[in-house]
């Protein structure tokens, strides 16, 4: 059993920067893949980023060269560094993990965080 809780979210000016963390509890952090997704008001839940046991990462297209997927596996925290920012990322942003780096690819990981909101807007 996984628990996942984000934090770092706020508002911030086009073209800013925040940085997301997801504080993991409950079992051995390091065995699981982890990613980030969001979802805008009136919009399917889309994919940002995701990271491996092993390390490799995978973004969206939309974030890629912006976005900075990274995890402490001693802290048991994984982060997401946002630069650049666009009103288009204004979202509820979701930190995922499962065993299977597949299922967090595809949206259907076992453990899923609260959210936290990320609006961007001057």
């Known amino acids: 059993q996984v628990q996942l809780v984000e934090s770092g979210g706020g508002l911030v000016q086009p073209g800013g920067s925040l940085r997301l963390s997801c504080a993991a509890t409950g079992s051995i952090f390091s065995l699981y893949a982890m990613g980030w997704y969001r979802q805008a008001p009136g919009s399917q839940r889309e994919f940002v980023a995701a990271?491996?046991?092993?390390?490799?990462?995978k973004y969206a297209d939309s974030v890629k060269g912006r976005f900075t997927i990274s995890r402490d596996n001693g802290k048991n925290t994984m982060s997401l560094q946002m630069n650049s920012l666009k009103p288009e990322d204004t979202a509820v942003y979701y930190c995922?993990?499962?065993?299977?780096?597949?299922?967090?690819?595809?949206?259907?990981?076992?453990?899923w965080g609260q959210g936290t909101q990320v609006t961007v807007s001057s």
């Open positions: 990271m491996t046991v092993g390390g490799s990462t």
């Open positions: 995922d993990a499962d065993e299977d780096s597949s299922y967090v690819l595809a949206g259907i990981a076992e453990y």
